[in-house]
């Protein structure tokens, strides 16, 4: 109950600043997605927390649990040189992807499934190109216990996935800028923050 209630309240944010900025939720590439602490391995559920993201005036941000009703920076995609795949030897974090920059460093994120993903990149990919940030309608939603997340009617699931299996699944399957794929399993051993060290980055 929750964390029902606290990814209640973070859609309840989210909508209520968008709309201070004279934008529609329906309009905007938003949704749920798993981040990858900083200095983590990802090869165990407690090195992810969900965050509820949304691309706004070109800076990849989520909304804030510790603060109600506002937005931390998570990256400003301009800095961004390019998108890569990977996945992790953890339930429910086979479908991510990682943000590289021009100083090396990387941000790496977890979607529900491939189409989740493909919109994810597609929307980053055209806001990196200059092009809107308007990409598709946001529909919320909830992580599972395991981390994973899962749209909150089967109807919204199946419309949701047929949409965005019509687009870019192509190009990205011929090899894209985008379609680079890793297996981080090995990649960054370095020590997990304390969960003390994560919320103090907030």
């Known amino acids: 109950k929750e964390m029902k209630l606290r ?87 086979q479908t991510c992807f990682c943000l590289l920059t021009s100083s090396g460093s990387r941000f790496v994120l977890s ?14 990919s055209a806001t990196m190109r200059g092009g809107r940030e308007v990409v598709k309608r946001t529909r919320w939603r909830d992580a599972d216990e395991n981390g994973g997340v899962e749209c909150k009617d089967e109807e919204g699931a199946r419309e949701l996935e047929e949409e965005e299996g019509q687009i870019g699944l192509d190009e990205l399957s011929r090899g894209s800028r985008a379609g680079k794929t890793l297996d981080m399993s090995e990649h960054d051993k370095s020590p997990a923050k304390t969960r003390e060290e994560e919320e103090e980055e907030e």
């Open 7 to 93: 990814r209640a309240n973070a859609e309840r944010d989210l909508m209520n600043l968008l709309r201070d900025h004279g934008e529609e939720e329906e309009e905007v590439l938003s949704g749920w997605m798993g981040k990858l602490n900083q200095g983590a391995t990802g090869d165990k559920v407690e090195h992810w927390r969900d965050r509820l993201f949304v691309v706004h005036q070109k800076v990849l941000c989520y909304v804030s649990e510790k603060y109600s009703g506002t937005l931390n920076d998570a990256m400003k995609l301009e800095d961004v040189t390019d998108i890569e795949f990977c996945s992790f030897p953890c339930p429910m974090k």
């Open 111 to 124: 979607c529900m499934n491939e189409q989740d993903r493909t919109r994810w990149v597609e929307g980053i």
